[in-house]
């Protein structure tokens, strides 16, 4: 007796999808890098490309591509010790992509905490080697009832863009830099108009030509501040010492002190300006420095890493107006 249309298809689409002991080992050797929190081993499994995802349990933890590589470890090193617990593994490929779903318990020894979970990976072929394209982490327990800890560490990096022209613009990674005048409307009275204007249009030029010798580009000044955008974190705070070494070294009276904020996620470009939560925060990360300091964000900081050359503060918890919670931010020294 023949099979019938439907039965027939069924047959041969479960042919096309085998089970994968490899892709189950994959996984076996991403859990244990997570928990041992090996970041190279955990980078070198990640895709290398853009498309990349990661999407966690707590609200908001959404990232990908390059920031998620560049973080991960740190995002994973806030997450204290821990035991996997009766865990089992399905794992399937259909030519050159490939899943998989772990499913087990992990116990959290310093909240003494038994919670179910759900992981499941996509996979794609690269160069003859199998890597992660996107993790989904599944699990019903609360982040600090479970780790005792909220993690922090990526949450402004891929903050969504608020924009009221999305689509019209180009959307893209960059580092946004806020810089400012302390005081600005006292000098203003002390030196009179025409004089003042003078002098700040002098200091807007000279911050304008740091900010392109450092490869970054001036979108705009708002009055004794601006704002410029860089492709390079490293460029940014090159920038920022450049332009804060140059206002202490200015002899002409009044001395100018400034604050700078910097931070770096997802914006929108329209007609050579810039939109986005990211632009706000580098805006409120400015207001909040002090006369002659430069604080750059937690986002900002994971991308740099330990480059030679930028020495970066102890991390502070501050407010930031108009902006929930508490924001980790760096003081950039010397």
Not at 132 to 149: A, C, D, R, Y
Not at 156 to 175: D, R
Not at 195 to 200: C, E, H, T, V
């Amino acid at each position: 007796m023949s099979s019938s249309p439907k039965s027939w298809w069924q047959s041969k689409s479960d042919r096309m999808y085998t089970p994968s002991p490899e892709l189950a080992a994959v996984v076996t050797r991403w859990n244990e890098a997570v928990r041992t929190k090996d970041t190279e081993s955990l980078r070198n499994m990640l895709s290398d490309s853009e498309m990349l995802r990661y999407v966690g349990t707590a609200q908001g933890e959404f990232w990908g591509g390059e920031i998620l590589r560049q973080g991960i470890g740190d995002h994973l090193g806030e997450v204290p010790e821990f035991h996997y617990r009766d865990a089992r593994i399905e794992a399937f490929e259909c030519g050159q992509t490939g899943w998989a779903l772990w499913t087990g318990f992990i116990y959290f020894p310093n909240t003494d905490v038994l919670s179910d979970y759900r992981i499941s990976f996509v996979f794609g072929l690269e160069r003859g080697l199998w890597k992660i394209v996107q993790i989904h982490i599944s699990n019903p327990t609360p982040n600090f009832e479970k780790l005792g800890i909220e993690h922090q560490a990526l949450d402004a990096l891929m903050a969504a863009a608020e924009a009221g022209n999305l689509g019209l613009g180009k959307e893209g990674m960059a580092t946004i830099m806020f810089t400012d005048v302390v005081d600005s409307s006292i000098l203003a009275g002390q030196m009179g108009d025409r004089a003042w204007l003078g002098r700040i249009d002098q200091h807007l030029q000279s911050v304008q030509q740091l900010v392109a010798d450092n490869g970054g580009t001036l979108v705009k000044s708002l009055g004794d501040g601006t704002m410029s955008t860089f492709n390079s974190t490293r460029a940014a705070l090159k920038a920022a010492k450049a332009i804060q070494h140059n206002a202490t070294a200015d002899t002409q009276e009044p001395v100018l002190r400034l604050r700078i904020g910097i931070h770096t996620g997802e914006v929108i470009e329209n007609k050579g300006d810039f939109f986005g939560t990211v632009v706000n925060k580098a805006a409120r990360i400015n207001a909040a420095a002090a006369p002659g300091e430069t604080l750059v964000s937690e986002a900002t900081q994971i991308i740099l890493g330990h480059n030679d050359g930028f020495v970066l503060s102890d991390p502070k918890e501050m407010t930031l107006k108009g902006l929930p919670g508490t924001h980790r931010l760096y003081r950039l020294t010397g």
